[in-house]
């Protein structure tokens, strides 16, 4: 790493934590980064960033260093999801009997269910620590600014690609609009950041702004700033 910000919260972990941060890159990963938590049996913590996101790699592991400072320091900060199998099966089940999905066979309907439901349960675990790493980064490590905003703007690109109408047609309404509301929040969050309305625009075109609004209002009265972290949504 070569910025001074992230080289000071590499630091920072280890000092907090007790176990260093080794970094390194991963193919074929859907987000910016794979991030696991130091345990016991394997005492340091791990990200690796992926390989299409070397080029804001800085940003990246800063990011992933403020969720495990938060995680490991104010852990009633980080709102957890326990998944109920039966809930899971359901939704499952009920994504798979949606019409875009009818042309699939049987066990690849199965599937695209599957990873359907999958995604957005990890889209709910995960964006209210990347909030909290978005803000604490913003604010904490000026000299990130620049990397930030281009690994924002192109993280913010990658979301709108769930607005192509196909897809709409092809997922399940009620998966399509909470992804999108969730992906809405996540803009919002930026925009009120940096002071700029452009990221929402998507989402104003489709009709979901207000509820990402709301969404994003529910994070903030639950949670507060980095160490100052309630218990959760």
């Known amino acids: ?25 991963i193919d074929n990963c859907n987000a910016d980064a794979e991030m696991i938590s130091a345990t016991a049996d394997r005492p340091f913590h791990l990200i690796r ?33 326990r998944q109920i199998a039966n809930k ?20 690849l309907r199965e599937q695209t269910a599957q990873s359907l439901v999958t995604g ?17 980064c913003y604010r904490e490590c000026p000299t990130l600014r620049s990397l930030q905003s281009d690994s924002m703007n192109i993280s913010l690109r990658r979301n709108t690609q769930s607005l192509k109408p196909e897809l709409k047609e092809f997922a399940p309404p ?36 207000a509820k990402a609004a709301r969404l994003l209002q529910k994070f903030r009265d639950s949670t507060g700033s980095m160490g100052e972290r309630s218990t959760g949504v």
């Open 1 to 25: 790493m070569s910025n001074v910000d992230t080289e000071r919260l590499l630091a920072l972990v280890e000092k907090q934590t007790g176990y260093q941060v080794t970094v390194g890159t």
């Open 88 to 107: 899971v099966a359901f939704a499952v089940k009920k994504a798979a009997d949606w019409r875009g999905l009818a042309r699939l066979s049987s066990t």
């Open 174 to 209: 009620d998966i399509y609009e909470k992804n999108q509301i969730m992906c809405g929040a996540v803009a919002r969050f930026w925009c009120d950041l940096v002071g700029t309305e452009v990221a929402m625009l998507p989402y104003k075109s489709i009709g979901v702004d």
């Open 120 to 136: 957005l349960l990890h889209q709910v675990q995960s964006t209210p620590a990347e909030l909290i790493g978005i803000e604490y």
């Open 49 to 81: 960033v992926s390989q299409e996101s070397v080029a804001v790699a800085d940003y990246i592991v800063a990011l992933q260093c403020s969720i495990l400072l938060t995680m490991w320091s104010h852990p009633l900060g980080v709102p957890q999801f």
